[in-house]
C-alpha cells in the first residue's frame, strides 16, 4: 500500500500535475471502482491508452471493456464534445450517418437516412428488411414494429421507399423512449430470447458492483437504477447513427445522459435501439479535472458494455479474442477524438 | 500393376461403415450442444470436430516405379474442453482420432492403416493486449497398429501466437516441433484479413483459405488443406513387404487438396462443411530407410462438422 502512495506520489511531481482537491482524487476513484488499480500519468499524458478486457460476465450476451484516458480540454468541455461528437468524421469507425434529434422528435429528424443498397453492407440491412414479414424477421424488432414494416415496404423496394418505412419505425421508438425512458423500449420479440435492451444494458451493468455504485447518480437519473433514492431524472441529449458493425449496415437511436458531480462529470451513453448485428450497448464516462501544467485538462475513465446475440456462443479462446478485437476497435475512436480537440 | 480385387470389393465396405461412424459422430455432435447449452457453462467451452474424406484412386509411385492405383478413406474426431481459470488463461485437455486408410496395391510399402490416438493437453494464454498464445502437446500412439509400443509413443507439440491488429486483420505465427519427424521443427505464418465486406483471405495452416459470405450462415471458399503427421510402422512391417529395413520405421506422411468448398452455420454452434477437389500431392517418406512412395494428384472429396458450444 505504502509502496503505491509512493509510486502515486512520484508520478505526480514528475509530472507537475495535480488532481483537484475538490472531491475525490481521480487515481484513488480510479483504483477504488476500475480495473485500474495504479495509472502512470506520464504514459497517459504521452497519449497513451490504458485497456482493461472485462472479466466474465455471467451474463451470457455480454462483454465489456475499460478505458483511461487523458483529453486535452476541461471537464466540462470534455462532456459536452462527448454529447455532440460527430464519429463521422472517424473514418476507421465506419459511420456513415449521425444526427441528433430534438424532443420531442419527429420525421424530419431522420430526413438524412438514406439507404443506399449499392453499398454491400446497407444491401444486408435492404435485404432483410425486405425479408420482413408480420411473422418473420432477422431484424430486432416486436411483431408490431414487423408488420407495420412489411406493410410499409409493399409500397416498393425503391431505396426511398425503405428508408421511409425505417424512419418511421425509428422515430415510433425514440419517441416511446423519450416519453417513457427506458421502459418504452420493447423487446426484439424475433429469435429465442425476446431481448429487451433495458434489461440487456441492466444485466451488463448490474454485474458490476462498483462500477454502479460509482454511477449511481447518473444512472438513478437515467433511470436505470430505481433504489427508492431521490433523484432529479435527467434529460438526455438523443441521436440516430447509421454505421458498419461487424461488415452489417446497422441503425441506431442513443441517448447520452451527463451529471455534474462535485467537480467531475459522468455521462451514460446508451444505444437503447439497434436494428440487428446486436442487441444494445451502454458506455459509461467519469471525467475528472486534472492539472497539466498550467492547463485544465481531463483525466477520463470509459467503460463499454456490448451484448450481442453471438455472444452467447462465442466462449474460450474466441471469446477472449473478441474482447481483445472489441478493445482495439474502441480505441480508433478514442483516438479521433483526441486527435479532433 | 493393379489394385487388389478383394480392395474393390472392401471399398464399398468401408465406405458404409466409415459412413454409419460419421452420421453418429454428427448425430452426437449435433445433441451434445443442445443439452449443454442449457447449463449456460461460459467458463468452460467445448470443441468437437468431426471429418470423413475420400480421396479417388492415385496413380502411385515407389522410388519412382509405378505401383498402381491407390485410394484413401481418412477420418477423424478431436474434443477439447476448454475451461477457463483466470480472465487470461484457458486449459485445454482432450482427445483426437484420425485414421488414414489406403487399398494398397500387393506389394507396395504403403502402411495401412496409418493412424493416431493422442490426448490434447495445452493451454491459450492472452501474453499481452493483441497477442494470444497457444501451446498444445499431443503425446499418443502414432503407428499402423500393428504392434502397438513404445516406439508409436509420440508427443508432437504446436506453439501458436496470434497478432489481432484489429477486427479486419489478425497475423498468426507458429511452429511445430516432432521430434520423430525428418523436419523436427517446421514454423509457420499466416494471415486473416477480411479485406472487403464480403471477402476474407484466411491464411491459416493446415486450412488456408479464400472466403466468400454469401450471408450469414453461408460461405463458399477455395483453398486447400493439409494433412502432416509422422507415424511409426509395426516390427514386421518391412518382412511382410519384402523390405526388411523398414520394419518399425519412421514414416512422414505429407497431403495436400485444394478445391471450393461450402460451410453452412446450421445453428451458432454448429457448422458443416463439405468440399471437394483434387488431392494434388500425397508423400509417405521413410526417410531414415531411403524409401519414399508418392501419389499423383486424384479426385477428393471431404465432408466435417464443427461443434463449438
Known amino acids: 500500500m505504502k509502496r503505491s502512495v509512493i509510486f502515486i506520489a512520484f508520478s505526480f511531481c514528475t509530472l507537475h500535475a495535480t488532481a483537484s482537491v475538490h472531491g475525490a482524487d481521480p487515481v484513488t476513484s480510479l483504483a477504488r471502482f476500475s480495473e485500474f488499480p495504479h495509472i502512470d500519468l506520464k504514459r497517459l499524458q504521452a497519449g497513451e491508452i490504458l485497456s482493461q478486457r472485462g472479466t466474465l460476465m455471467n451474463f451470457p450476451n455480454g462483454v465489456s471493456a475499460q478505458f483511461c484516458y487523458i483529453v486535452s480540454t476541461a471537464p466540462a468541455e470534455t462532456a459536452r464534445r462527448l454529447q455532440t ?89 425514440a419517441t416511446d423512449f423519450q416519453k417513457k425512458g427506458f421502459a418504452g423500449t420493447p423487446p426484439y420479440e424475433f429469435g429465442e430470447q425476446s431481448p429487451s435492451p433495458a434489461s440487456q444494458i441492466g444485466s451488463m451493468v448490474g ?17 436505470l437504477i430505481k433504489d427508492g433514492t431521490a433523484s432529479k431524472a435527467l434529460a438526455p441529449t438523443y441521436n440516430w447513427s447509421l454505421f458498419d458493425a461487424d461488415h452489417h449496415a446497422t441503425l441506431n437511436l442513443g441517448a447520452v445522459y451527463e451529471l455534474a458531480v462535485d467537480d467531475r462529470y459522468q455521462l451514460l451513453d446508451v444505444d437503447y435501439y439497434v ?67 | 500393376m493393379r489394385m487388389k480385387a478383394d480392395d474393390r470389393r472392401i471399398l464399398p465396405k468401408r465406405l458404409f ?46 522410388k519412382e516405379q509405378h505401383i498402381g492405383s491407390v485410394n484413401e478413406l481418412n477420418s477423424n474426431v478431436k474434443y477439447v474442453v476448454s475451461p477457463q481459470v483466470t480472465k487470461d488463461l484457458l486449459l485445454r485437455f482432450g482427445a483426437e482420432w484420425e485414421r488414414l486408410s489406403f487399398a494398397t496395391p500387393p506389394g507396395a510399402a504403403l502402411p495401412d492403416p496409418l493412424q493416431r490416438v493422442n490426448a490434447v493437453i495445452g493451454f491459450d494464454y492472452q501474453l499481452a493486449e493483441q497477442w ?28 501458436g501466437f496470434a497478432y489481432l491488429q484489429d477486427a479486419d486483420l489478425q497475423w498468426f505465427f507458429g511452429l511445430r516441433v516432432d521430434p520423430r519427424s525428418e523436419y523436427p521443427v517446421l514454423p509457420a505464418a499466416g494471415v486473416r484479413w477480411q479485406y472487403a465486406d464480403n471477402w476474407t483471405l484466411n491464411l491459416q495452416l493446415p486450412n488456408p483459405r479464400l472466403e466468400y459470405t454469401v450471408n450469414d450462415d453461408l460461405q463458399m471458399y477455395i483453398g486447400a488443406g493439409i494433412k502432416a503427421a509422422t507415424y511409426v510402422v509395426g516390427d514386421h512391417f518391412g518382412d511382410a513387404h519384402g523390405i526388411p529395413r523398414l ?36 508423400t509417405w517418406n521413410f526417410f531414415d530407410r531411403d524409401v519414399d512412395l508418392e501419389s499423383r494428384p486424384a479426385p477428393y472429396f471431404q465432408i466435417a462438422c464443427r461443434a463449438r458450444f
Not at chain 1, 476507421?92 to 439507404?115: I, Q
Not at chain 1, 479474442?321 to 486527435?339: H, L, N, T
Not at chain 2, 518399425?248 to 451458432?268: C, H, N, Q
Open chain 1, 207 to 223: 454485474e458490476q458492483g462498483r462500477i454502479v455504485r460509482e454511477f449511481a447518480p447518473v444512472l438513478r437519473g437515467a433511470g
Open chain 2, 247 to 282: 520394419n518399425k520405421a519412421t514414416v512422414d506422411y505429407f497431403e495436400v487438396r485444394t478445391g471450393p468448398g461450402l460451410s453452412w452455420k446450421v445453428t451458432p454452434q454448429i457448422t458443416l462443411e463439405a468440399e471437394g477437389g483434387a488431392m494434388v500431392n500425397r
Open chain 1, 85 to 173: 461528437w460527430d464519429p463521422t468524421r472517424c473514418k476507421p469507425l465506419k459511420v456513415a450517418l449521425f444526427h441528433t434529434m430534438k424532443s420531442p422528435c419527429d420525421l424530419k429528424d431522420f430526413a438524412g437516412l438514406h439507404l443506399d443498397p449499392r453499398q454491400n453492407t446497407v444491401k444486408k440491412l435492404v435485404d432483410k428488411t425486405l425479408a420482413t414479414t408480420a411473422t418473420t424477421s432477422e431484424l430486432n424488432l416486436t411483431h408490431s414494429e414487423a408488420n407495420a414494416l412489411a406493410t410499409c415496404i409493399k409500397k416498393g423496394p425503391a431505396p426511398d421507399t425503405i428508408s421511409s418505412c425505417w424512419a418511421s419505425l425509428l422515430c415510433g421508438r
Open chain 2, 17 to 62: 461403415r466409415y459412413s454409419l461412424l460419421l452420421i453418429a459422430l454428427i448425430t452426437a455432435g449435433l445433441i451434445l450442444p443442445v443439452h449443454t447449452a442449457t447449463a449456460d457453462s461460459l467458463s468452460i467451452s467445448h470443441e468437437l470436430d468431426v471429418g470423413f474424406g475420400y480421396s479417388g484412386g492415385a496413380t502411385t509411385l515407389q
Open chain 2, 132 to 159: 494470444l498464445m497457444r501451446a498444445e502437446v499431443m503425446p499418443g500412439v502414432y503407428g499402423d497398429f500393428r504392434n502397438v509400443g513404445w516406439d508409436s509413443f509420440d508427443a508432437p507439440f504446436d506453439l
Open chain 1, 275 to 341: 436494428s440487428n448485428t446486436y442487441y444494445a450497448a451502454a458506455t459509461l464516462y467519469e471525467i475528472w479535472p486534472i492539472r497539466i501544467g498550467e492547463k485544465t485538462a481531463s483525466l477520463v475513465w470509459r467503460g463499454d458494455f456490448y451484448a450481442a446475440p453471438m455472444l452467447r456462443f462465442t466462449k474460450g479462446i474466441e471469446r477472449i479474442a473478441y474482447g481483445a478485437v472489441m478493445i482495439q476497435e474502441i480505441k480508433k475512436g478514442i483516438r479521433c477524438f483526441q486527435d479532433g480537440i
